[in-house]
C-alpha cells in the first residue's frame, strides 16, 4: 500500500552542522512531494514541495530533489540553526482527497 | 487571522464521556480533514469532506462523526470516550483535493482521557 519512509529521530546536531533526513516512499500513481513542519506545539506547515521528476524544492535553506528512480525525496539544509529545531514530516499526494504521511523526524539543534 | 482555528485547544476528559471539538476555516477551501497524530507522532488520516459531502472515511470506529454543516466548518463528535483515543487530532483544509494541494493546518487538539 502507499507508504512513506523517513529516518528515525531523533536527530540532534550542533548549530552550522549539516543536515539530512531521508524520505522514501511508496506510491500508486503519480505522487507530488512535501515536506512539511511542526514547531513545539504548533500544527504542520508546508515547508517545501516538488511535483515532478528531477523538481528541486526549496525554502528557508532547506532543500528537497524529487528522485523518481529511486523514489526518495531527501531532505537537506547546509547549516542548521537552533531555530530549525522541530519534527520534519516527509509526505505525498496523488489527488485521492489525502495526504499521506511519514513517521516525522525530530530535530535538535544544540547552540 | 488564523486560517484554520480549532477549539478547545486542549481537552480532559473522562472515559466514557461525549465531545466535540470545532474546526472553522476561513481561506475558502473546498476540502476539509481530520488527522490524528498518536504520542509518536505519528500522523494518520482520519476522515476527508469535499464540499461539505464526506469523501474518506478510514475505518475509523463509529464512536467519531464528523459534521460539515458548510464548506467552513468541520466538527468532530465523539461519543464514549475511550483512553486509546488520548491523541492530538489536526484539522486541515486544501483548496481542491488536486496532487499538488498542499493541507493547511489548525494548531491541533490535544484530547487526553482519564
Known amino acids: 500500500g502507499d507508504s512513506v519512509t523517513q529516518m528515525e529521530g531523533p536527530v540532534t546536531l550542533s548549530e552550522e552542522a549539516f543536515l539530512t533526513i531521508n524520505c522514501t516512499y511508496t506510491a500508486t500513481g503519480y505522487p507530488s512531494l512535501f515536506w512539511y513542519v511542526q514547531y513545539p506545539g504548533e500544527g504542520l506547515q508546508l515547508l517545501l514541495k516538488a511535483t515532478k521528476a528531477d523538481d528541486k524544492g526549496s525554502n528557508k535553506g532547506f532543500e528537497a530533489t524529487y528522485r523518481k528512480e529511486t523514489t526518495s525525496f531527501h531532505l537537506e539544509k547546509g547549516s542548521v540553526q537552533v531555530s530549525d529545531s522541530a519534527v520534519y514530516f516527509c509526505a505525498f499526494n496523488t489527488g485521492g482527497f489525502k495526504t499521506i504521511f511519514g513517521a516525522g523526524t525530530r530535530l535538535f539543534v544544540k547552540a | 487571522d488564523t486560517a484554520v482555528s480549532q477549539t478547545p485547544k486542549y481537552l480532559v476528559t473522562q472515559m466514557g464521556n461525549d465531545k466535540s471539538i470545532k474546526c472553522e476555516q476561513n481561506?475558502?477551501?473546498?476540502?476539509m480533514y481530520w488527522y490524528k497524530q498518536d504520542s509518536k507522532k505519528f500522523l494518520k488520516i482520519m476522515f476527508s469532506?469535499?464540499?461539505?459531502?464526506?469523501?474518506i472515511n478510514e475505518t475509523v470506529p463509529n464512536r467519531f462523526s464528523p459534521k460539515s454543516p458548510d464548506k467552513a466548518h468541520l466538527n468532530l463528535h465523539i461519543n464514549s470516550l475511550e483512553l486509546g483515543d488520548s491523541a492530538v487530532y489536526f484539522c486541515?483544509?486544501?483548496?481542491?483535493?488536486?496532487?499538488?494541494?498542499?493541507?493547511?493546518f489548525g494548531q491541533g487538539t490535544r484530547l487526553t482521557v482519564v
Open positions: 469532506y469535499n464540499n461539505k459531502e464526506l469523501i
Open positions: 481561506l475558502g477551501h473546498d476540502t
Open positions: 486541515a483544509s486544501s483548496p481542491n483535493a488536486g496532487r499538488n494541494t498542499e493541507a493547511f
